[in-house]
């Protein structure tokens, strides 16, 4: 069992940065893929990016060369730093644990955290 807890939401001006945290709990964190998705009022949940459990990254080409995904296994935790923030960045962000493959499809995540809420202004 695990589970997430997001933090480090907030509302940013469009070009800003903000990095959101993830904290997990149980002894085998570091065996999971970690993701992080998205969703916007009125869209379906989107993949933003992963980092697999021998810290690989793969990112959704949306966000690609702004986000950058971490992880620290010895505190359990994943991070998402958010660069040039715009404002179709707007949405809850959710982090995710999969066992599994590397994949994007968040039927294939195990776990989920609550979310965090992410606005940005124009």
């Known amino acids: 069992q695990v589970q997430l807890v997001e933090s480090g939401g907030g509302l940013v001006q469009a070009g800003g940065s903000l990095r959101l945290s993830c904290a997990a709990s149980g002894r085998t964190f570091k065996t999971y893929n970690m993701g992080w998705f998205r969703q916007a009022p009125g869209k379906e949940r989107e993949f933003v990016g992963v980092i697999s459990w021998i810290s690989t990254t793969t990112y959704a080409d949306s966000v690609k060369g702004r986000f950058t995904i971490s992880r620290d296994n010895a505190v359990n935790a994943v991070y998402l730093q958010m660069n040039s923030l715009k404002p179709e960045d707007t949405a809850v962000y959710y982090c995710?644990?999969?066992?599994?493959?590397?994949?994007?499809?968040?039927?294939?995540?195990?776990?989920w955290g609550r979310g965090t809420q992410v606005t940005i202004s124009s």
């Open positions: 995710a644990a999969s066992s599994g493959v590397v994949v994007s499809t968040p039927s294939m995540y195990e776990y």
